[in-house]
């Protein structure tokens, strides 16, 4: 997707979010740049947009989103990165992305992957033949390769790297820390007992 | 000490490491709503874990409800996603138990709006809510994050944030500032310079005697977009103006706790040899009404501009976004944006919906009538409390009197989630922050502009220049 500043607003449109639900936003994704047609919840028979980057017969099966720079920003819906997911992407390489979408990736186990600018224009024009472009993006190593071309390095802080590699439960993870939080709430109140139980 | 306001609040948070070598922030307020929060509650239900702290939560509902009357309550949403919405809503906020405005609630309104007025909103704080406009509340020296849905389960079960610290940016805004600016034209001028992505991965913080002399409403504006130049939160110092503002708002400390709380407040200023990452000065004397002219937050122009060809910008992404941008918004290269016609015009949003957005508007509303084009002029509070603020000081009347409608409060043509919208091809001056394809409705146009440019512009029916108006 050769675009610049991708925003969630695109990724999902905001008549999806009305959902209650956290499955069934694949449909949906771009869902104003894939169809012709205003799309609704549960509207069924749509009019595909030809010209549409993800509906070339090549792109059709995809699961590696490649991007520029910027990807994801806007509003905060986590909704953005259900729909990528659910329609089938595991993992977006684009040079840099806003910081609550890359969040929000990381918590959902979809790999968002920055590459320089240049390795991306480099993907890019790899993408012109009429084949399908093949990589392979390895977290384990924090690599990328496709082609002839030598394997490209990514940096990952790496409890995120963790995160993703053994899909813990979040949460789960920072109750162990329940005692230190505790601490922290008692001595915290002593200091600022106007933040505690004032609420009228 | 040399530390930033960030970097002390920070501190003053943070609880510790996780085994994994993420830091823990104790969040002290939570704000919630209907669209980001009930797959958080379906979440917790499922792993039968209960909220931390329940006193630290606050709800309210805005994004997908009706603007017009709402006397039916949840029977008079149309919509039934939407009213399931709000009803699943009501019914998490009763099972758990926590504190909640519905939508008939008086106090009810747009999140961002909600928090200060309440007092619920606090300097010194830090504060999450399943929205990037948390950035709002930064104004009050609150550390505000906008966080995704599985952060607003995380910070509902576990009191804490996962959190990467930020870099530290300053931005300083010079004045004086001209009459015919607000707050909205200085914000929109900053984005213009450093761009959608100028501010990722840092905490903006504002400062400069434009600041200093801003109304609270005026800097709540300015915190509000930090999220569109890329930041993930704004701030601003601690100040008598701030302290003159939360004074005997309902969730404020009271008594011998307010006044040792003001001590500590005075305190939350960054010291004064400071250091931080990246440093920017805005000169807001020269600056002329700011409007949008493009699809995203940057591609601003002074109102006495014309539209800008692509060939303008240098590098070769910058002008094919740009000329993708013209074709979204029908818009020719050189013609004066003041010569652009318009189709509807909205007031609102977290961005400017508040009195001062309001008496603003209505300054130059007054008296005067809504050009003959303007299929709809909405005019809508942010919460109920400024609708019923505005109606005692008869700007209601002024807006009515002048051909504006005037709505029930809520996000309303901001996102359009609820009827307020957009139809295919309209042309909008909208007082809110994002102008995104689609974003008013699929296929609108949006012009980003300050709340007193959008009552001259439904005056005259076309995007204009309000020194014409004053
Ligand atoms: S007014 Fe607009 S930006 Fe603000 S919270 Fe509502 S939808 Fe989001």
Same mark, same amino acid.
């Given at each position: 997707?050769?675009?610049?500043?991708?925003?969630?607003?695109?990724?999902?449109?905001?008549?999806?979010?009305?959902?209650?639900?956290?499955?069934? !936003?694949?449909?949906?994704?771009?869902?104003?740049?894939?169809?012709?047609?205003?799309?609704?919840?549960?509207?069924?028979?749509?009019?595909?947009?030809?010209?549409?980057?993800?509906?070339?017969?090549?792109?059709?099966?995809?699961?590696?989103?490649?991007?520029?720079?910027?990807?994801?920003?806007?509003?905060?819906?986590?909704?953005?990165?259900?729909?990528?997911?659910?329609?089938? !992407?595991?993992?977006?390489?684009?040079?840099?992305?806003?910081?609550?979408?890359?969040?929000?990736?990381?918590?959902?186990?979809?790999?968002?992957?920055?590459?320089?600018?240049?390795?991306?224009?480099?993907?890019?024009?790899?993408?012109?033949?009429?084949?399908?472009?093949?990589?392979?993006?390895?977290?384990?190593?924090?690599?990328?390769?496709?082609?002839?071309?030598?394997?490209?390095?990514?940096?990952?802080?790496?409890?995120?790297?963790?995160?993703?590699?053994?899909?813990?439960?979040?949460?789960?993870? /920072?109750?162990?820390?329940?005692?230190?939080?505790?601490? !922290?709430?008692?001595? &915290?109140?002593?200091?600022?007992?106007?933040?505690?139980?004032?609420?009228? | 000490?040399?530390?930033?306001?960030?970097?002390?609040?920070?501190?003053?948070?943070?609880?510790?490491?996780?085994?994994?070598?993420?830091?823990?922030?104790?969040?002290?307020?939570?704000?919630?709503?209907?669209?980001?929060?009930?797959?958080?509650?379906?979440?917790?239900?499922?792993?039968?874990?209960?909220?931390?702290?329940?006193?630290?939560?606050?709800?309210?509902?805005? &994004?997908? $409800?009706?603007?017009?009357?709402?006397?039916?309550?949840?029977?008079?949403?149309?919509?039934?996603?939407? +009213?399931?919405?709000?009803?699943?809503?009501?019914?998490?906020?009763?099972?758990?138990? $926590?504190?909640?405005?519905?939508?008939?609630?008086? +106090?009810?309104? $747009?999140?961002?709006?909600?928090?200060?007025?309440?007092?619920?909103?606090?300097?010194?704080?830090?504060?999450?809510?399943?929205?990037?406009?948390?950035?709002? &509340?930064?104004?009050?020296?609150?550390?505000?994050?906008?966080?995704?849905?599985?952060?607003?389960?995380?910070?509902?079960?576990?009191?804490?944030?996962?959190?990467?610290?930020?870099?530290?940016?300053?931005?300083?805004?010079?004045?004086?500032?001209?009459?015919?600016?607000?707050?909205?034209?200085?914000?929109?001028?900053?984005?213009?310079?450093?761009?959608?992505?100028?501010?990722?991965?840092?905490?903006?913080?504002?400062?400069?005697?434009?600041?200093?002399?801003?109304?609270?409403?005026? +800097?709540?504006?300015?915190?509000?977009?930090?999220?569109?130049?890329?930041?993930?939160?704004?701030?601003?110092?601690?100040?008598?103006?701030?302290?003159?503002?939360?004074?005997?708002?309902? !969730?404020?400390?009271?008594?011998?706790?307010?006044?040792?709380?003001?001590?500590?407040?005075?305190?939350?200023?960054?010291?004064?040899?400071?250091?931080?990452?990246?440093?920017? /000065?805005?000169?807001?004397?020269?600056?002329?009404?700011?409007?949008?002219?493009? /699809?995203?937050?940057?591609?601003?122009?002074?109102?006495?501009?014309?539209?800008?060809?692509?060939?303008?910008?240098?590098?070769?992404?910058?002008?094919?976004?740009?000329?993708?941008?013209?074709?979204?918004?029908?818009?020719?290269?050189?013609?004066?944006?003041?010569?652009?016609?318009?189709?509807?015009?909205?007031?609102?949003?977290?961005?400017?919906?508040?009195?001062?957005?309001?008496?603003?508007?209505?300054?130059?509303?007054?008296?005067?009538?809504?050009?003959?084009?303007?299929?709809?002029?909405?005019?809508?509070?942010?919460?109920?409390?400024?609708?019923?603020?505005?109606?005692?000081?008869?700007?209601?009347?002024?807006?009515?009197?002048?051909?504006?409608?005037?709505?029930?409060?809520?996000?309303?043509?901001?996102?359009?989630?609820?009827?307020?919208?957009?139809?295919?091809?309209?042309?909008?001056? %909208?007082?809110?922050?994002?102008?995104?394809?689609?974003?008013?409705?699929?296929?609108?146009?949006?012009?980003?502009? %300050?709340?007193?440019?959008?009552?001259?512009?439904?005056?005259?029916?076309?995007?204009?220049?309000?020194?014409?108006?004053?």
């Amino acid at each position: 997707m050769d675009r610049a500043n991708v925003d969630t607003d695109q990724i999902i449109p905001k008549q999806f979010l009305k959902s209650v639900k956290k499955t069934g !936003f694949g449909d949906n994704l771009f869902d104003a740049w894939r169809f012709l047609d205003e799309g609704e919840i549960g509207k069924t028979n749509r009019q595909e947009n030809p010209e549409f980057v993800l509906n070339h017969m090549r792109y059709r099966d995809a699961t590696v989103l490649l991007a520029r720079r910027n990807f994801g920003c806007g509003s905060s819906r986590e909704h953005a990165v259900w729909a990528l997911m659910q329609y089938g !992407f595991r993992c977006v390489i684009a040079p840099s992305f806003a910081d609550i979408f890359y969040n929000n990736c990381i918590n959902n186990g979809l790999l968002p992957v920055a590459l320089s600018e240049a390795e991306v224009e480099g993907m890019f024009k790899a993408t012109s033949s009429d084949d399908p472009l093949v990589a392979s993006v390895d977290l384990e190593t924090q690599q990328v390769t496709y082609g002839i071309s030598s394997p490209m390095s990514f940096s990952i802080d790496p409890g995120s790297r963790k995160r993703l590699l053994e899909g813990m439960d979040e949460i789960g993870l /920072t109750l162990r820390e329940a005692d230190k939080i505790r601490s !922290f709430e008692r001595q &915290h109140r002593m200091a600022m007992p106007w933040l505690f139980n004032n609420n009228p | 000490m040399s530390g930033t306001l960030y970097d002390k609040i920070w501190d003053s948070h943070y609880v510790g490491s996780r085994e994994d070598g993420l830091d823990l922030l104790y969040i002290d307020r939570h704000l919630l709503h209907e669209v980001t929060s009930p797959q958080a509650f379906e979440g917790l239900t499922l792993a039968s874990r209960k909220p931390w702290r329940l006193e630290a939560n606050l709800a309210t509902v805005d &994004h997908s $409800i009706p603007t017009t009357d709402r006397s039916k309550g949840l029977e008079g949403i149309e919509d039934p996603i939407a +009213r399931e919405q709000v009803e699943v809503l009501d019914l998490n906020c009763k099972s758990f138990d $926590i504190r909640y405005f519905d939508m008939l609630d008086h +106090r009810q309104g $747009i999140v961002h709006v909600v928090g200060p007025e309440q007092g619920a909103t606090l300097p010194g704080m830090t504060i999450v809510c399943g929205d990037s406009h948390t950035s709002t &509340h930064g104004a009050f020296g609150a550390l505000a994050h906008g966080i995704g849905t599985s952060e607003v389960e995380h910070v509902l079960a576990t009191q804490c944030l996962v959190q990467q610290k930020s870099k530290n940016m300053c931005v300083e805004i010079q004045g004086p500032l001209n009459e015919s600016c607000s707050a909205k034209d200085i914000i929109l001028a900053l984005i213009r310079n450093i761009g959608t992505a100028g501010a990722t991965g840092h905490t903006i913080e504002y400062c400069g005697d434009v600041v200093d002399n801003l109304s609270m409403e005026g +800097r709540m504006t300015i915190c509000n977009m930090s999220i569109e130049a890329g930041a993930r939160a704004g701030l601003m110092g601690i100040d008598e103006n701030t302290i003159g503002y939360l004074e005997d708002r309902p !969730f404020v400390p009271q008594g011998e706790l307010w006044n040792r709380a003001v001590d500590y407040w005075m305190t939350l200023n960054s010291d004064s040899n400071a250091v931080y990452d990246t440093k920017v /000065t805005l000169d807001a004397s020269s600056l002329s009404p700011q409007i949008s002219w493009g /699809t995203n937050p940057e591609m601003v122009i002074g109102v006495d501009e014309t539209v800008p060809s692509p060939n303008d910008f240098g590098d070769e992404d910058k002008s094919e976004t740009a000329s993708r941008a013209l074709a979204y918004m029908d818009l020719t290269p050189g013609t004066p944006i003041s010569e652009v016609a318009l189709d509807k015009v909205f007031i609102g949003s977290c961005t400017n919906a508040r009195i001062e957005d309001l008496r603003e508007a209505a300054k130059v509303a007054r008296g005067r009538k809504v050009a003959s084009n303007i299929k709809n002029a909405f005019v809508v509070p942010g919460s109920g409390l400024v609708k019923r603020q505005a109606e005692s000081e008869g700007l209601d009347d002024i807006f009515r009197k002048a051909g504006f409608e005037w709505r029930e409060p809520g996000c309303s043509m901001c996102l359009a989630m609820n009827n307020d919208r957009l139809y295919p091809g309209e042309r909008c001056a %909208s007082t809110s922050n994002r102008n995104f394809e689609g974003r008013q409705g699929h296929l609108g146009r949006t012009h980003l502009v %300050s709340p007193a440019t959008a009552a001259a512009s439904a005056i005259a029916g076309r995007l204009a220049d309000v020194r014409e108006f004053i």
